[in-house]
């Protein structure tokens, strides 16, 4: 037997600080009223990734739903945007549970600071001078030395953002997969980046942090001047995304493989 419809009555809007996605929420909470956040089924996000991003992050763990609709610049995580039939669009709409990075950087000061990261978390220089990195996989040392931009760790959700405009690999979303991906690489001049089972616990140390600094970011989150920085993927953490029939996450994901 197919699955029933969800039924979702009590719906929270949240828009980016753009008319078009202010003039969107007002819209349709006139039409199909509005609750406050805490007391929804769903919440519907109007603008675009950058928004999604930060509402997931916002209701990480509440098991709430998320329903992107894009009234933004770009909009790989939304839905196309309409005023009418918004009721029965989520009732037949498909779940999508992801699970974020979890990163730990330490500073130059030997502080420590932690930050889910839905996309990637990357490492970035902060001067004219390349990094120097150390990169070691489950406690084994895979690359002594790293010159290079950057690098990057990406979920499968996150792989087609900064991964892919790294040259990054794109990963299916029911992918048990890491993409680690280095920014402009100089030495080992030939290496890519890999692949990293989902269970893989990176760790890259800065090397020279004085004389070449480096900063870490988990999506939105920054961290200037650290020395080490941990990854993982934590599965005891999730979001739920709503996508319309057809046009899910993993449709999309596997689009793009193909310019779509």
Known sequence: ???????????????????????????????????DPTQADVVVALGGDGLMLQTLHHFRDSGKPIYGMSRGSIGFLMNEFALDGLKERLAAAER????????????????????????????????????????SIDGKVRLAELICDGILVATPAGSTAYNLSANGPILPLNATLLALTPLSPFRPRRW?????????????????????????????????????????????????????????????????????
């Open 96 to 135: 999508t549970v992801i699970h974020p990075l979890a990163m730990e950087a330490v500073d130059a000061a030997g502080k420590s600071h932690r930050a889910p990261a839905i996309n990637e978390v990357y490492l970035f220089r902060e001067t004219y001078q390349a990094a120097k990195l150390r990169l």
């Open 192 to 260: 890519r980046g890999a692949l990293l089972p989902d269970t893989a616990r990176i760790e890259i140390a800065v090397l020279e942090p004085d004389k070449r600094p480096v900063s870490a970011v988990a999506d939105h989150f920054e961290v200037r001047s650290v020395v080490a920085v941990r990854a993982r993927m934590d599965k005891t953490s999730s979001m739920v995304m709503l996508f319309d029939p057809g046009h899910n996450l993993d449709e999309r994901i596997l689009a793009e493989q193909f310019g779509n």
């Open 1 to 35: 037997m197919p699955k029933p419809a969800q039924s979702y009555d009590k719906i929270a809007f949240v828009a980016s600080a753009h008319d078009e996605a202010e003039a969107a929420k007002k819209a349709l909470a006139t039409r199909y009223g509005e609750v």
